[in-house]
């Protein structure tokens, strides 16, 4: 079955430290996205990558990093710069453009900074 | 800029009784709108689009939505609630300007009551 898989669902973190979350998708979608959710906030843009080796910063890209080597893939990286790392992570991946921007979503990670 | 607004972060219903989620946009270009379910810990699935075709939308597990370009709003129905439609349901918006990008609302936590 095609689909998003994250690895891993729960991840633990002591302050200071880098982190890594995977995302793959084996959609054959160009466009990949991560997003941040906290309570009460939605969900909030942290990178988007329309094509391989091609990256923007969304709306809160402070703090993480991306890297876009492969289709497949689109991991993020949780510095320790930044402030408040401790969420539920998503990442996404839509078709091209005939399909209207429709997002298809993984099942999340969550982080927690100890 | 786009932007959504979703009315009442958290709705309580009665089974049987009528669902309605509201969602009004702002978007200077034609808007493409979606709505998504969230359960707990798990990803966001798509209910239903619009993509400036038919103003009402039907959708899975019985939900519609209604796009009225007039009134900037995008809301959501369901005409019987079941107990398992208890989640959060997220609004969302895009247009050909955007480069893929939604814009999310706050989310709607749905309680259904017994």
């Known amino acids: 079955d095609g689909g998003i898989t994250q690895s891993p669902k729960y991840l633990f973190r002591k302050e200071g430290q880098n982190v890594t979350l995977s995302c793959e998708q084996n959609?054959?979608?160009?466009?990949m996205y991560w997003y941040r959710q906290d309570p009460g906030q939605g969900l909030r843009l942290i990178y988007y990558?329309?094509?391989?080796?091609?990256?923007q910063k969304g709306d809160i890209a402070e703090g993480y990093s991306v890297s876009r080597e492969k289709k497949e893939s689109f991991p993020l990286t949780v510095t320790s710069a930044q402030k408040n790392p401790t969420a539920f992570y998503l990442c996404?991946?839509?078709?091209?453009?005939?399909?209207?921007?429709?997002?298809?979503f993984g099942p999340g990670t969550r982080l927690t900074v100890l | 800029a786009q932007s959504v607004t979703q009315l009442g972060s958290h709705v309580s219903v009665s089974e049987g009784a009528l669902v309605l989620l509201r969602c009004n946009y702002s978007?200077?270009?034609?808007?493409?709108l979606f709505w998504y379910v969230q359960y707990p810990n798990q990803g966001l699935q798509l209910l239903l689009k619009?993509?400036?075709?038919?103003?009402l939308v039907k959708g899975i597990n019985g939900f519609e939505a209604e796009f009225k370009k007039s009134e900037t709003s995008f809301h959501l129905t369901k005409p019987s609630a079941h107990m398992s439609d208890a989640a959060e349901y997220f609004c969302a918006v895009s247009d050909d300007s955007s480069w893929g990008k939604l814009q999310f609302g706050a989310g709607t936590q749905v309680v259904v009551t017994p």
């Open positions: 990558s329309q094509i391989v080796n091609d990256f």
């Open positions: 619009y993509t400036s075709a038919a103003t």
């Open positions: 978007s200077s270009v034609p808007p493409y």
């Open positions: 996404a991946s839509s078709p091209p453009s005939g399909r209207r921007y429709e997002q298809f």
């Open positions: 959609l054959n979608h160009d466009a």
